[in-house]
């Protein structure tokens, strides 16, 4: 089955770093790629997504390449912000199937 | 609302009881998700509605859970005898049709 393997947090970075957070996925067919961030105490909301291979989402600064080669859609940031702390969560939604299936989520602290 | 809308956000009922959650998703989406989230599980699917039809329950984890969408809309995730491993961030989410987009808050639940 569909599966979302994402690396183990928790990350602590200073502002202004260099953000990567690790995501592969293992699916049959081409599936849409997904990240969302769920700040403290708030729901799930949508970071960016790509529906295809080597398509780039972006939003807000993060930054995730579909690379169907690694199996993998990595979310970058070049600095981030006290605001970016979070729990970043990769997800992926089958070709014909309208489930998303998740990471297990990473959580990001952002020092000043 | 501009977004989805979960209530009650808590919820604490001793084991055995039944519990209804509740799930106002935004106006015209025609696809609504429930998820669970749960800390030894991450995030998991429980069942899609498209419209008032449920073509995906296969995440329901026992026959304690079922739910149901009425008008399109609204929509009632309903537990019976609840169990303490019933405890979870329960999530809605909704969509125009296909993934998910959009996720409430969540309605927290704690067995006692």
């Known amino acids: 089955g569909d599966s979302v393997t994402q690396m183990e947090g928790p990350v602590t970075l200073s502002e202004e770093a260099f953000l990567t957070i690790n995501c592969t996925y293992t699916?049959?067919?081409?599936?849409?790629l997904f990240w969302y961030v769920q700040y403290p105490g708030e729901g799930l909301q949508l970071l960016l997504k790509a529906t295809k291979a080597d398509d780039k989402g972006s939003n807000k600064g993060f930054e995730a390449t579909y690379r169907k080669e690694t199996t993998s859609f990595h979310l970058e940031k070049g600095s981030v912000q006290v605001s970016d702390s979070a729990v970043y969560f990769c997800a992926l939604s089958g070709g014909s199937n309208y489930k998303l299936t998740f990471g297990k989520g990473t959580l990001l602290t952002v020092n000043p | 609302g501009a977004g989805v809308s979960q209530s009650p956000s808590n919820k604490v009922t001793e084991k055995g009881k039944d519990v209804e959650l509740r799930c106002d998703p935004i106006s015209g989406h025609t696809a609504l998700y429930w998820y669970r989230q749960s800390l030894g599980q991450g995030l998991e699917f429980l069942i899609y509605f498209q419209g008032n039809s449920a073509p995906d329950k296969s995440g329901l984890p026992s026959d304690r859970f079922s739910a149901e969408r009425t008008g399109g809309s609204v929509s009632t995730l309903t537990i019976q005898r609840t169990q303490q491993e019933d405890s979870a961030v329960y999530l809605c989410?909704?969509?125009?049709?296909?993934?998910?987009?959009?996720f409430g808050n969540g309605t927290r639940l704690t067995v006692t």
């Open positions: 699916a049959t067919g081409y599936p849409s």
């Open positions: 989410a909704s969509s125009p049709q296909g993934t998910p987009l959009h």
